[in-house]
């Protein structure tokens, strides 16, 4: 293996086949469709083709990383989005130097925090999976620190009846209507969602798109108290969420109806599992749903902020 002549260049659209079939080689614990590495890249509401980053030799890809910022209260966050190096070139450095390019644009934005994977608005998985080990070791040596754990849940969309017909009903008899969200509930469901969960109005909005639209909603006098979504990232999988309800309207049973409806939707669309990712109230979809746990994620953060990292 020559470890030499490797050289990093920016990602260019006609690397994209090689990049997909190059992550589905060297993430060996997930499958990236062609699509979703679109939505990855391309729908990035922030998306800068130049913090994409490619490793290479004589043409060939050994290594990738996908950077990408957001403001959120007023503090600057980098992600690494996705990153790997090929499993027969690992520990020769090509990591080192993608991250160096990453962390240089990192400086150049005054980044306060930097985290891996758990991009809100449009994120492939929201930590490290645990088993990516040598992942866990790479950034513990740059000084990263775990912060948080998290996990998805599967459900199995064979497993119950999720028919909410006679519950919908006895909801409108209390003034509570249930249906599914049209065209002229775009901007009020943005607001309702902004209120609440400012950084969910991106995948809401991103799950109108689907046809039907992959959003129920619930109105009180008039007005949208509780939503549920899927397709909102990860299109194309039956990835659950988000979903809220307003604190007035809760323990009325109209979060597990939301929820119903939703998995009912996947089912329908020939689904048998569905994903309830970043979770979370572990509980509510345990009992509503029997999901269970099927990936752990740790969360890890390099904060920069007043610690002299940039000098
Ligand atoms: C994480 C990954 C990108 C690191 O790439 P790499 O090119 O092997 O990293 P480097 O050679 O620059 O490693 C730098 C340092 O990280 C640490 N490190 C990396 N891999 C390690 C391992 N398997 N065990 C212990 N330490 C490790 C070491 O301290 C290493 O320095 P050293 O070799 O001088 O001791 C690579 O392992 C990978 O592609 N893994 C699979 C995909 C993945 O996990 N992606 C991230 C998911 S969040």
Not at 51 to 65: C, D, R, S, T, Y
Not at 109 to 137: H, W
């Amino acid at each position: 293996m020559e470890k030499n002549n490797i050289k990093l260049r920016i990602f260019k659209d006609s690397d994209f086949s090689q990049v997909l079939s190059f992550l589905n080689k060297n993430l060996e614990f997930d499958t990236v469709s062609s699509g979703i590495l679109k939505e990855k890249i391309y729908e990035d509401p922030y998306f800068d083709i130049n913090n994409i980053h490619i490793a290479e030799q004589n043409n060939k890809i050994l290594g990738f990383v996908q950077a990408v910022l957001r403001d959120i209260n007023k503090q600057r966050y980098g992600y690494i989005k996705l990153f790997a190096v090929d499993k027969a070139y690992r520990r020769c450095g090509i990591g080192t130097k993608l991250y160096n390019q990453v962390f240089k644009y990192f400086k150049k934005e005054k980044v306060d925090i930097v985290r891996i994977y758990d991009v809100p608005l449009n994120y492939f998985m929201p930590g490290i999976d645990p088993r990516y080990t040598p992942a866990l070791c790479f950034f513990e040596k740059l000084g990263f620190k775990k912060f948080d754990e998290t996990c998805n849940l599967k459900v199995d969309l064979n497993n119950k009846n999720w028919d909410v017909s006679d519950k919908i009903t006895e909801l409108k008899e209390a003034g509570i209507q249930i249906t599914r969200a049209e065209d002229k509930d775009k901007q009020k469901l943005s607001e309702f969602v902004a209120d609440e969960w400012k950084l969910w109005v991106h995948e809401v909005e991103t799950a109108l798109k689907s046809k039907p639209k992959a959003v129920f909603i619930a109105r009180y006098k008039g007005k949208i108290k509780a939503f549920s979504a899927y397709n909102g990232n990860n299109i194309g999988t039956a990835w659950f969420g988000p979903m809220g309800t307003h604190p007035d309207l809760r323990g009325k049973g109209i979060g597990s109806i939301l929820l119903y409806l939703c998995l009912q939707d996947m089912k329908e669309h020939g689904f048998k599992y569905s994903t309830i990712p970043w979770v979370g109230p572990i509980s509510f979809y345990s009992h509503y749903a029997d999901a269970f746990v099927e990936r752990v994620f740790w969360r890890y953060e390099l904060k920069i902020k007043n610690t002299g990292i940039y000098e």
